[in-house]
Nanobody, 117 residues
Framework: QVQLVESGGGLVQAGESLSLRCAAS????????MGWFRQAPGKRREMVAT???????NYADSVKGRFAISRDNAKNTVYLQMNSLKPEDTAVYYC???????????WGQGTQVTVSS
């Protein structure tokens, strides 16, 4: 069982940066992938960025070139560096871990990111 805890959210102005952190209680090395998702008010949850155990990354088109996902297996931590933030990036951001081959099995409680214009 892996428990995930996000931190680093907050209120920033458009154009500024934030770095989110996801700390895992167990080893993330054996997980197939880690990811960041977000859900804005009135919208469905969407994928923001994912990284496989081999290091392959995938990003939503809306964040390509601005966000970067990384992981430190030794620290059981996943990061999301968010640059050039836009008001439309405002959402609750969730960290997730994929134990199997389909879907994400482990989820954090979320951290709020608010970008003002």
């Amino acid at each position: 069982q892996v428990q995930l805890v996000e931190s680093g959210g907050g209120l920033v102005q458009a154009g500024e940066s934030l770095s989110l952190r996801c700390a895992a209680s167990g080893s993330i090395f054996r997980l197939n992938a880690m990811g960041w998702f977000r859900q804005a008010p009135g919208k469905r949850r969407e994928m923001v960025a994912t990284m496989t155990r081999d290091g392959a990354t995938n990003y939503a088109d809306s964040v390509k070139g601005r966000f970067a996902i990384s992981r430190d297996n030794a620290k059981n931590t996943v990061y999301l560096q968010m640059n050039s933030l836009k008001p439309e990036d405002t959402a609750v951001y969730y960290c997730a871990g994929q134990g199997g081959t389909r879907g994400y099995d482990y989820w954090g409680q979320g951290t709020q990111v608010t970008v003002s214009s």
